[in-house]
């Protein structure tokens, strides 16, 4: 199993808080992801990160920042939350091989914004 | 804009019978396509890929059929299991590209 750790695994918070999700990884990829998963929805990019200090924006940005000062950590966080920021939120390392392209999953951070 | 699609949220199939699941795209470059498990409370788990130069890739009781034309890929599961219940997501790339498309998932139901 890839060696990804996401903290906190559950959090309810109120609305106009700020709030951060970790992902840690032990695998030393480049690639790691912020989505966010909603019924109706599925899988939603939220951000992504090439290499430390990379970033990108994905689809659904808007009220998201990420930071990665190191490789094997990849920050989400949500400056004030909304309740519309209540979702399952993933991490995800990509594999090196950019054949497959496969992604692996953390196992996920509940969030409840209240 | 959704551009994978699964219009089908939920499928409930036999044990031992053949489980199909769809997923139709819009984006005429993408040129990879993979399909995820998930169970509750866990990450989604890659299952089976498959690329555009193939119309099928079989992977024990899983493949996954691409018709290019009308840019619509398939997953069966032959013979389907009770541990084959899960919501399934299919996802799309192109080659060179970082990011990862996903689908709306499909809630597959094994019954016993």
């Known amino acids: 199993d890839a060696g990804i750790t996401q903290s906190p695994r559950h959090k309810v918070t109120e609305t106009g808080t700020p709030v951060t999700l970790r992902c840690h990884q032990t695998?030393?990829?480049?690639?790691m992801y912020w989505y966010r998963q909603d019924p109706g929805h599925g899988l939603r990019l939220i951000h992504y990160?090439?290499?430390?200090?990379?970033?990108d924006k994905g689809e659904v940005s808007d009220g998201y920042s990420v930071s990665r000062s190191k490789t094997e950590d990849f920050l989400l966080t949500l400056e004030s939350a909304t309740s519309s920021q209540t979702s399952v939120y993933f991490c995800?390392?990509?594999?090196?091989?950019?054949?497959?392209?496969?992604?692996?999953f953390g196992e996920g951070s509940r969030l409840t914004v209240l | 804009d959704q551009q994978v699609k699964q219009n089908s949220p939920s499928l409930s199939v036999q044990e031992g019978r053949i489980s199909i699941l769809n997923c139709d795209y819009t984006?005429?470059?993408?040129?990879?396509f993979l399909w995820y498990k998930k169970y509750p409370a866990e990450g989604p788990t890659f299952l089976i890929s498959?690329?555009?130069?193939?119309d099928k890739n079989e992977d024990g009781r899983f493949t996954v059929f691409l018709n290019k034309s009308a840019k619509h890929l398939s997953l069966h599961i032959v013979p389907s299991q009770p541990g084959d219940s899960a919501v399934y997501f299919c996802?799309?790339?192109?080659?060179?590209?970082?990011?990862?498309?996903f689908g709306t998932g499909t809630r597959l139901t094994i019954i016993p």
């Open positions: 990160s090439y290499g430390v200090k990379d970033t």
């Open positions: 996802a799309a790339s192109n080659f060179g590209n970082e990011k990862l498309t």
């Open positions: 695998e030393n990829h480049r690639y």
């Open positions: 995800a390392i990509r594999a090196p091989t950019i054949l497959t392209g496969e992604l692996f």
């Open positions: 498959i690329s555009s130069i193939k």
């Open positions: 984006n005429s470059m993408f040129d990879y």
